[in-house]
């Protein structure tokens, strides 16, 4: 398989703070997208980034992909108790078809 | 309902037994996909079907694992004498898009063999 990396592997914070997780992958890809799953659910879509965009904002959370790097970072500001989930990154695997190429996961515990 | 469903939620098997997952995709949705997720661990591919047309099956681990979407609706994995290796969260995903993204999610089959 050609599963992308993430760190850190888990992340504790308290709630307020930021939470900052970086993914990084190995081919050229279309476009990269962060999920989240909660224990026991389905992973829920969170945002989609093109190759040709840099930086996105959808509510509380900020993606930024350095394609010269094959990195992407995911900011969530002002984290609360119900953000506490594994956050994936996945990827396109650069040749135009549709699976997703999935990163090993960031497990983000936010406390009260 | 409005989401992917998946069934059963969870399924115990004992070694070499057969097992059928099955996937309710969104309605109208063309795309759908079958993943395979161990224990602490991201997703990986197993196969793609574009309306009843299985078109990447690179993923599936074995000949023991197939896959059928006959009428571009629902689709069953099946997994033929199962092992132990077997055990783990089957997730389903439709999308309305050809080219996958934006997939949503079901909340997977957790199987174990024992």
């Known amino acids: 398989s050609q599963q992308g990396e993430e760190d850190p592997q888990a992340l504790s914070i308290q709630e307020g703070e930021n939470a900052t997780m970086n993914c990084s992958y190995k081919?050229?890809?279309?476009?990269l997208q962060w999920y989240r799953q909660n224990s026991g659910r389905g992973l829920v879509h969170l945002i989609l980034i093109r190759s040709n965009e840099r930086e996105k904002h959808s509510g509380r959370l900020r993606v930024t992909l350095d394609t010269s790097k094959k990195s992407s970072s995911l900011l969530i500001t002002a984290s609360r108790a119900a953000d506490t989930a594994s956050y994936f990154c996945a990827t396109d695997d650069g040749t135009g078809f549709q699976k997703l190429v999935f990163g090993t996961g960031t497990r983000l515990l936010v406390s009260p | 309902g409005a989401g992917v469903s998946q069934s059963p939620r969870y399924k115990v098997a004992k070694r070499g037994q057969d097992v059928a997952l099955r996937c309710d995709p969104i309605?109208?949705?063309?795309?759908l996909f079958w993943y395979q997720q161990a224990l602490g661990q991201g997703p990986e591919f197993l196969t793609y079907f574009q309306n009843e047309a299985q078109l990447d099956k690179s993923g599936l681990p074995s000949d023991r694992f197939f896959a059928e979407r006959p009428e571009g609706s629902v689709s069953t994995l099946k997994i033929q004498r199962t092992q132990q290796e077997d055990s783990a969260v089957y997730l389903c995903?439709?999308?309305?898009?050809?080219?996958?993204?934006?997939?949503?999610f079901g909340q997977g089959t957790r199987l174990t063999v024992v």
């Open positions: 995903a439709s999308s309305p898009r050809v080219d996958g993204t934006e997939a949503f």
């Open positions: 081919t050229s890809i279309n476009n």
């Open positions: 309605s109208g949705h063309v795309s």
